[in-house]
């Protein structure tokens, strides 16, 4: 999962600074109303419109619903050097969905309405499971985070392990089968993609790397981010085999991929446009890493795309300065 300053990149943080009993008022920076598109996208949609900042956007295998992580605001305030007495920061800050113990909301949402549902406090990183019957997710409330899974109204918590397998176990994928979990954790201070059965046993360490995704056509091939050279990029591994592939490069990230669900494209975010900012774009390409294509641009900061049944890709965006989900659809 990314960083703090990388999802609130662009997000308008509030301050004032007072230096030496003069108050001054920061720059504001104007953020665009939507998203910008390029030519390999159309049909532009804003799929919330909530106060809350709304991450991770997961579409049901019936394409009728959504899942996302809501993380609410609230007013944090910071003293630079209290022995300086120089400037005190006062600014709206997210509540840090990227920490371990981060509080928010998984969400379910009626895809094209605004019927939403709060389905459960204190965890993140939720998928539907392959047969729509529940919902996986990482539950937060424990010392430890654990994979738990949950029926489709949030009813009932079934821990899919009984204790905590690292030190950070999160974003759970389940295979086609409904039979594996593949996930991350922290084992010592390497962030890995483990693997366990969807009861809890078998737990094996697959190798180093974050943000999996399988192919819904073979469960035997994941993407995944890796830091290479400080660049994030994305690679991917054959299960069986133990092979790994590096899928982009260069001086930029690539990072977040999805497969699609005919398994033949993966929509990723890249701040391939601008380098040396955390500003972030969805973008898509064949599986075997050829043919990409730019969908969103512009001033705005975009991320953790996903596909539906139908190929719209969903993704969060902070235009308007909050970040919430929108979706898109590719050209092909």
């Known amino acids: 999962m990314k960083s703090l300053p990388k999802l609130l990149s662009g997000f308008f943080l509030l301050s ?13 920076l104007t953020l665009p109303t939507a ?3 390029t030519s390999n996208a159309e049909s532009l949609t804003r799929e919330t419109n909530e106060p809350s900042q709304e991450f991770y956007p997961k579409v049901s295998p019936d394409g009728k619903y959504l899942l996302y992580f809501a993380a609410e605001t609230e007013r944090v305030e910071v003293q630079s050097n209290p022995n300086s007495g120089y400037f005190t920061k006062l600014f709206e800050q997210s509540t840090a969905p990227s920490k371990v113990k981060a509080s928010g909301t998984i969400v379910k949402k009626e895809i094209g309405s605004q019927i939403r549902s709060p389905l459960i406090q204190d965890a993140k990183d939720a998928i539907w499971l392959p047969d729509g019957s529940g919902v996986i ?12 899974k949950t029926n489709i109204n949030g009813v009932g918590l079934n821990y899919v392990s009984q204790g905590a397998m690292g030190s950070n176990d999160s974003e759970p994928n389940v295979t086609k089968d409904g039979s594996k979990v593949i996930f991350n954790t922290l084992v010592g201070s390497s962030k890995m993609i ?12 697959l190798t180093e790397g974050e943000h999996v995704s399988i192919n819904p056509l073979n469960s035997d091939q994941i993407i995944y981010n890796l830091t290479v050279n400080g660049r994030t990029q994305i690679f991917t591994m054959n299960l069986r085999s133990g092979q790994k592939t590096q899928l982009t490069s260069g001086e930029f990230d690539c990072r977040d991929g999805a497969f ?9 975010s890249s701040n391939q446009e601008s380098p040396n900012t955390n500003k972030y774009h969805i973008y898509m390409m064949k599986t075997d890493g050829t043919d990409v294509r730019q969908l969103t641009q512009g001033s705005t900061n975009e991320g953790d795309p996903c596909w539906s049944p139908d190929n719209w890709v969903f993704f969060y965006s902070n235009a308007a300065s909050n970040y919430n989900i929108w979706k898109v659809k590719p050209r092909f």
């Open 16 to 28: 004032t600074v007072v230096i030496e009993g003069c108050k001054t008022a920061a720059p504001i």
């Open 35 to 37: 998203p910008g598109t």
């Open 137 to 148: 997710f990482s539950y937060r409330k424990p010392a430890q985070p654990v994979i738990v």
């Open 194 to 205: 483990c693997s366990m059965s969807i009861n809890g046993g078998s737990f094996t360490v």
């Open 260 to 268: 699609s669900n005919d398994g033949n494209w993966l929509a990723y």
